[in-house]
């Protein structure tokens, strides 16, 4: 397929709400096409994630997960390959975890987020069926970072201690320092 363009902040598109995906168009070759090519962009640059804005395409629609350990996030768990349209965010409790987290939209930097620990995200897949999981840790974190650019929200609009933000090569040094996500 293709790997497309990845916008960079600073772009006024990351900025953007994004629509909703008609229902009509779930399970249409123009959505599987657009999957195909997210997929092949993330893979190219060892993403865990990657919205539809981040290539310019104003659409609520997030991928992330793999198969594999990420190499910029070697000690994460694996995420399931997901695909997720139209997705909604729920909390469960108060409970926030700090977290480092990257962007392929703010490469080489990376910064301490705050995230809800656990949280429940519905949706659908490409096909049209119906997405409801309840998840914690890396797999939350993953969810709303990519949920957050449905919105026009990049991480270091959420980083509450810009002393823990920074170039990925400073603060990690020997981890690879290529795109982050």
Known sequence: MTVREILKMGDARLLRVAPPVPEGDFDSDAIHLLVSD????????????????????????????????NPRYPDAPLVPRTVLLNPEITPIGDAEEDGWEGCLSVPGLRGVVPR???????????????????VDGFHARVVQHECDHLIGKLYPMRVRDFTQFGFTEVLFPGLDAGEDD
């Open 38 to 69: 997210m997929f092949d962009t993330m893979r190219a640059v060892n993403g865990a994630g990657l919205a539809a804005p981040q290539i310019g395409v104003d659409l609520q629609l997030v991928i992330f997960g793999t198969d594999a350990p």
């Open 116 to 134: 809800w620990s656990k949280i429940r995200y519905t949706g659908f897949d490409q096909y049209g069926d119906p997405i409801d999981r309840t």
